[in-house]
Structures are given as C-alpha cells and as structure tokens.
C-alpha cells in the first residue's frame, strides 16, 4: 500500500496570494487555500518527498510529518527548492544525511542557491543543511526503498523538468509539453496528478483545458489537477470537470496498492 499526500495544490504565488482581494484569495473555503506545489509518498516506514517547496515548513507541521528518507526534485523553480534549509531538523534527528535526487540542472542551481550546504562557502558547522545529493537523469532509480520512474517533460520551451511515476500513480507537475516517449511511460495508470493552472492560457503550465485533453489520451482511472493558481474558485470550477477529475486540494490523500 502506497500513500500520496498532496502537502501543496498551489501556484507559485500560494493562494491566497498575497496583496489580492479576488473571490478564491478571500474565499473562506479551505480548499481554496493552496501552499506552494508538493507531494508526499509514504509505503510502510518509508517517507518520500516530491521537492521542498517554499512552504515545507508550514507542509511538514501540518501533516506531522517526523521522518523524510529521500527527497526527488522536479526541477530548480523557487518554489520547489525554497524550503530545503528546513530540511535541517530531519537530519539532526536521523543523526544521517538526507538523500537528494535531481537532475544535473536542478542541482546546480540547489549548490548555487545553498552553496553553505555544499561547503562551497565558509559553513556555520553543523547548523547547515547535511543533504547527500545524486544526480539522475531519466533512467529509473530508488529513493528511500521506493522504485521510481522519471517521466521526461518541458516546462515552457526550454526547461526541462521531471515527473515521477511509483507504481500505478504519476505526478506530474510544472509542465506544459509531455513528449511521445513519456506519455508511453504514463499508460495503465490508477492515478494522475497533474500540472492544471487555470482556464486561461500560460507559456509554461498546461491549461485546464489542455489538461483535461491529455487525460482523455493517456487514461488513467482518476486524474486530480495540481499547480492551481487564484483564478480557480474550488467549488465553481469543480463543477466543470468530467467525473474522473477533480482538483487537488491541499491534504488531499491517495491510496494504491
Ligand atoms: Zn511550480
Ligand atoms: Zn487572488
Ligand atoms: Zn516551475
């Protein structure tokens, strides 16, 4: 049994965004109130974690979560790397390094952005970051125990970005362009979590229309929209999506076998 926690449904902003008075920002609706984009998976004892976004803090005390194996990246956007200083807690617990995985792109920008963690910079000793980080690629990998699969995908026309497949459940996030390859990787699935922004068109997300395309194509049994910007009124819109979609909401939880 795999266990999914959707720790972050939210655009890069957050919802509310701030210093907005549009109806999601003021919506008293909990399910309008989305931390930065970040998923937890959890089988047995072992703790995975989808990115540390700028939100991890506030994510790991919500969900309790006390212990974290491995963390995978999607890609280098702020939002998905900003809270790996917090990551600092789990290591001083464990007494061992947490395990990194990312591509060779992402994990340049985490050397250059928290270069004291990688003793690039003079360190204030032990109160840095103790992280052990591996590069990967899009070949399959294990991360905490876990089998993996990257799914190869783009972010706007030049980035390139990872989504990650576990069993019969694929995220994928911050993306615009899912290639031919890729969406083979994506077939049988129970479960598809992916990139939904809003209605309107954006360079480097996909549209709720476009999304909604690409689950009629690739099939999966149940597919949930994540990356939701304040465009999106929770309750309205989810009256316009077909059965086996709904938006993700954050402490959103997904079992699998
Ligand atoms: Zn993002
Ligand atoms: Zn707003
Ligand atoms: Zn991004």
Redesign the pocket.
Same mark, same amino acid.
């Given at each position: 049994m795999m266990r999914f926690t959707v720790l972050g449904s939210g655009t890069?902003t957050g919802v509310p965004t701030v210093a907005c008075e549009c109806p999601t920002c003021t919506s008293s609706d909990s399910r309008d109130k989305r931390l930065r984009t970040s998923l937890l998976v959890q089988q047995a004892t072992q703790t995975v974690l989808i990115d540390t976004s700028s939100d991890f803090r506030q994510q790991m005390l919500n969900n309790n979560v006390l212990e974290i194996d491995a963390v995978i990246y999607t %890609?280098h956007?702020f +939002? %998905?790397i900003g809270g790996f200083d917090d990551l600092r807690p789990y290591a001083f617990r464990s007494g061992r390094p947490v395990e990194l995985f990312a591509m060779s792109e992402t994990s340049s920008v985490l050397r250059s952005t928290f270069p004291y963690a990688f003793g690039l910079v003079e360190s204030t000793g032990a109160s840095v970051p103790s992280v052990t980080l591996h590069e990967i690629d899009s070949e399959p990998f294990i991360a905490g125990g876990l089998q993996v699969t990257p799914i190869p995908m783009r %972010?706007g026309r030049q980035l390139r970005?990872n989504g990650y497949r576990f069993g019969s459940v694929a995220y994928c996030t +911050?993306t615009n362009h899912i290639p031919e390859a890729s969406l083979e990787l994506l077939q049988g699935l129970d479960v598809l979590i992916i990139d939904g922004l809003r209605w309107e068109p954006h360079p480097?997300h996909f549209t709720i229309p476009e999304s909604l395309a690409l689950i009629e194509l690739i099939r999966p049994k149940q597919a949930y929209l994540t990356h939701i910007a304040h465009q999106v009124l929770h309750a309205r819109d989810s009256l316009l999506l077909p059965p086996n979609v709904a938006l993700a909401y954050d402490g959103l939880v997904i079992e699998s076998d």
């Open positions: 890069s %890609h956007h +939002d %998905h %972010h970005v +911050d480097t």
